[in-house]
């Protein structure tokens, strides 16, 4: 059995930030982007558990299945009372995108995934496990590369609100 991968832990890329911004503006685009953020990040603690949890035999991966579904949910209505920055819908926009595709993840893989795991209690081999890798590392790639959708378009935004920001993707890597 190879061991796994690191796993996605908040967002994929450190954003630097370079306060070049002084205006009252830009300190609000600041604090929507990071109220934001922070929505993504809860949804993607909940990702990082339920991938987690199929390492773990003590753990119920179809329940982590469910809470992951939920927290994009719940993020989903607070992202709904957050709205948009004034009369700018695009942060708000990507990050609504971003948690529709994780939940199409959730439907085709994560399905797969815990349907997989559940057999692996019955009958535990090597070719169930590497199956299992493969749908586990299909679906966080994808769920990375939304990331970074998502993070290209708050870099933007926040340039368009004179913040001098860079998008470090050097941080993370995906390790088989």
Same mark, same amino acid.
């Given at each position: 059995? +190879? &061991?796994?991968?690191?796993?996605?832990?908040?967002?994929? *890329?450190?954003? #630097?930030? !370079?306060?070049?911004?002084?205006?009252? @503006?830009?300190?609000?685009?600041?604090?929507?982007?990071?109220?934001?953020?922070?929505?993504?990040?809860?949804?993607?603690?909940?990702?990082?558990?339920?991938?987690?949890?199929?390492?773990?035999?003590?753990?119920?991966?179809?329940?982590?299945?469910?809470?992951?579904?939920?927290?994009?949910?719940?993020?989903?209505?607070?992202?709904? +009372? &957050?709205?948009?920055?004034?009369?700018?819908?695009?942060? *708000?926009?990507? #990050?609504? !995108?971003?948690?529709?595709?994780?939940? @199409?993840?959730?439907?085709?893989?994560?399905?797969?995934?815990?349907?997989?795991?559940?057999?692996?209690?019955?009958?535990?081999?090597?070719?169930?496990?590497?199956?299992?890798?493969?749908?586990?590392?299909?679906?966080?790639?994808?769920?990375?590369?939304?990331?970074?959708?998502?993070?290209?378009?708050?870099?933007?935004?926040?340039?368009?609100?004179?913040?001098?920001?860079?998008?470090?993707?050097?941080?993370?890597? #995906?390790?088989?």
């Amino acid at each position: 059995m +190879k &061991i796994y991968r690191l796993f996605i832990l908040l967002s994929p *890329f450190a954003i #630097l930030f !370079l306060f070049s911004c002084q205006s009252k @503006k830009g300190v609000d685009a600041d604090v929507y982007c990071n109220s934001l953020q922070k929505l993504e990040d809860t949804v993607i603690i909940k990702l990082d558990s339920f991938f987690q949890s199929t390492r773990f035999r003590a753990f119920d991966t179809k329940e982590y299945f469910q809470k992951a579904i939920d927290e994009i949910d719940i993020q989903l209505l607070n992202l709904n +009372k &957050i709205g948009y920055f004034k009369e700018d819908s695009t942060l *708000f926009h990507s #990050l609504d !995108l971003l948690f529709a595709d994780i939940h @199409k993840v959730l439907q085709s893989e994560g399905i797969k995934i815990v349907e997989l795991d559940k057999s692996l209690l019955l009958d535990y081999d090597k070719q169930k496990i590497n199956q299992l890798d493969s749908l586990e590392s299909v679906a966080i790639e994808k769920i990375y590369n939304f990331q970074l959708r998502f993070d290209s378009v708050m870099v933007e935004f926040l340039h368009r609100y004179g913040f001098d920001v860079e998008l470090d993707t050097t941080q993370y890597e #995906l390790k088989d």
